[in-house]
């Protein structure tokens, strides 16, 4: 496992998750620590377990074991007594102070693009619409669509569905920023205005957990990778060792070369 | 064959159809009014709730859906008066019963709706940290009427067009109103040529209202 963030006290703290969907077991005993301003990228094969870890980061799912703390803070379940679910209200606070985006998008489809950013901050941060209004101009900006604050999602394409998506996540000022697979969906001429915007969110400090397929940029952008299979992690470490052909551990290697095949 | 068109004796007792538009649009507009607050109530509390209420709400609604609406407007008219100690006008009574039944309807509509909003917009907005009653106000709600235009412009129209059970406990709207002309004139064919145009007329303005609105929200999407 990683030994490089051990001392530095951890922003994310995973600790042996494990969580069942029925009969089938989805995390096995999931450990991981990801120190502010870290980039940490999941990879490894679908079904591996990687987006069911993102969605317990954030709680939109539960886990049945283990600890998962933001800041030292227990996402789910409350600190003390028994094990027990955080009420609504605490989950939709906890949820506040980590971004997440979606694959999907999943833009709010009656809303504009500003309206999307500017709906959380007006209700849950409580700014004025006007403050909200600026900071999603800025980002906008930020994003490079400015000139599109009053469009639409219906009217974007869909890397500019999904800065708008990463805009709406940022504004909020979260702790930790959760990308599941966001270029996944998207035409491949439009990963890279995607990833561009990722990459200066790196380079601002933001601290970052992704699940992606672009290895080109999990080798660029992260400062670690975790490989996932079965449910637990495999391989973890800086993506020179993780990528690197000759790896020891099989398993990656079936993956990295099946992957490499794939992408030619 | 002989029979001579002559809609001289409608046209002089016009107001009995005129007044009858107008209290039938009356009760269509406070029956749907109060259906879509039980429809919109009842449809969030079933998604959200667990068996018991489903099963009571289901129920509600296959009642309704599955007796003639005539026979509710004699239940609620003629029945229930003589169970429990209330005493109301006809068309109040019609009101009640058109309400309830359009309620039954609407929970339909909107219950699908909200069902068939995408999961993954629910998820952005938790994931921004809203609560579940911010969630249903401002993501579920606004995607929901979106989706649901279409069926609820085709179930007022529906509902206004029910309106013409009223006549059969004496409510004086228009199909009352035809039948009052026709017993006093004998003009059946052309009192009813008219009232037919008159449902045909208002049922057209009602619906490209409606469009109206739909393709406006529409665009907002």
């Known amino acids: 496992m990683s030994t490089s963030s051990t001392n530095i006290p951890a922003l994310l703290d995973v600790t042996d998750v494990s969580k069942s969907f029925g009969t089938v077991q989805v995390l096995r005993s999931v450990s991981l620590r990801v120190a502010r301003g870290e980039v940490v990228t999941v990879i490894g094969p679908s079904g591996s377990g990687k987006t069911t870890l993102l969605r317990c980061v954030n709680f939109l799912e539960s886990y049945d074991s283990g600890s998962i703390r933001i800041d030292g803070k227990e996402v789910g379940f409350r600190e003390t007594g028994a094990r027990q679910r955080r009420g609504e209200r605490d989950l939709a606070a906890m949820r506040a102070e980590t971004g997440m985006v979606f694959q999907s998008f999943n833009l709010f489809p009656h809303l504009t693009a500003a309206g999307n950013i500017m709906l959380g901050l007006t209700k849950v941060r409580g700014k004025s619409r006007a403050e909200a209004r600026t900071i999603a101009d800025h980002w906008l900006g930020r994003v490079g669509l400015a000139h599109k604050a009053d469009s639409l999602p219906a009217e974007l394409s869909g890397g500019q569905q999904q800065r708008v998506g990463i805009a709406r996540a940022v504004a909020m000022g979260p702790k930790i920023l959760l990308l599941d697979e966001i270029t996944s969906a998207l035409d491949p001429e439009l990963v890279g205005e995607v990833l561009e915007v990722v990459r200066s969110l790196a380079e601002d400090g933001m601290t970052m957990v992704m699940v992606t397929h672009e290895m080109a940029f999990a080798r660029d952008a992260s400062s670690r990778i975790i490989f996932m299979a079965d449910g637990g992690v495999s391989a973890a470490g800086p993506p020179s060792e993780i990528l690197a052909a000759d790896t020891d551990n099989e398993r990656l290697r079936t993956f990295l070369a099946r992957f490499r095949a794939s992408h030619f | ?221």
């Open chain 2, 1 to 221: 064959m002989g029979y001579a068109l002559n809609f001289n004796l409608i046209w002089r007792h016009f107001d009995k159809l005129w007044g009858g538009l107008l209290l039938s649009l009356e009760l269509a507009v406070i029956s749907i009014a109060i259906g879509i607050v039980i429809g919109l109530v009842l449809a969030v509390w079933y998604v959200s709730a667990g068996r018991i209420v489903r099963t009571i709400i289901a129920a509600y609604v296959e009642f309704i859906r599955n007796v003639p609406l005539i026979l509710l407007v004699y239940l609620v008219f003629y029945g229930l008066p003589t169970v429990v100690d209330i005493a109301y006008s006809a068309p109040t009574s019609f009101v009640v019963t058109l309400s309830l039944y359009s309620g039954a309807y609407l929970v339909e509509v909107f219950r699908s709706g909200l069902e068939a909003v995408p999961r993954g917009q629910l998820d952005a907005g938790k994931a921004i940290g809203l609560t579940p009653w911010q969630r249903l106000l401002n993501v579920r709600l606004p995607t929901m009427l979106r989706i649901t235009l279409p069926a609820l412009s085709n179930t007022f129209i529906s509902l206004f067009k029910d309106t013409s059970i009223a006549s059969v406990i004496s409510v004086p709207e228009l199909t009352y109103g035809a039948q009052w002309i026709n017993f006093n004139t004998f003009r059946i064919v052309e009192v009813y040529l008219v009232v037919t145009a008159m449902y045909l007329v208002t049922g057209y303005i009602l619906l490209f209202a409606l469009r109206l609105v739909e393709r406006r929200f529409r665009a907002a999407r």
